[in-house]
C-alpha cells in the first residue's frame, strides 16, 4: 500500500510539472502576438499630435525572428509587426 502511495504522489508530481511547462509553451506563443489596441495606445503616448497619422497592421513571424514594415500611404504612415515589440521598433525608427 505504502509502495502504491509513493508511485501515486510521484505521477501527480511528474503530472504537474508536465502541465507547467505546457502552459509556459502555450503562453509563451500567446504573448508574442501583436496587441494592436496597444500599438495605437503606445503611439498616442509617444506623439499625441501625429497619432491619427499611423495605421498599424499585423505581418507574419519570418524564419523564427520577428520583423517590421513601415510604408507610407495616402498620407498616412503604415507600420507592420508581428509584436508589440517590433511594431514600437517600427515607430522609433
Known amino acids: 500500500m505504502q509502495y502504491l502511495k509513493s508511485n501515486m ?9 508536465i ?9 509563451e506563443k500567446a504573448f508574442a502576438q501583436l496587441n494592436v489596441q496597444a500599438s495605437y495606445d503606445l503611439i498616442k503616448r509617444t506623439i499625441p499630435q501625429q497619432a491619427t497619422s499611423f ?14 514594415e513601415i510604408e507610407n500611404s495616402s498620407n498616412k504612415i503604415i ?4 509584436t508589440g515589440v517590433a511594431v514600437a521598433s517600427a515607430l522609433y525608427y
Open 9 to 17: 504522489h510521484l505521477y501527480k508530481k511528474s503530472l504537474f510539472v
Open 19 to 27: 502541465s507547467v511547462f505546457c502552459c509556459l509553451f502555450y503562453c
Open 55 to 68: 495605421i498599424v497592421e499585423p505581418l507574419q513571424q519570418q524564419n523564427e525572428k520577428d520583423v517590421f
Open 79 to 82: 507600420l507592420r509587426g508581428n
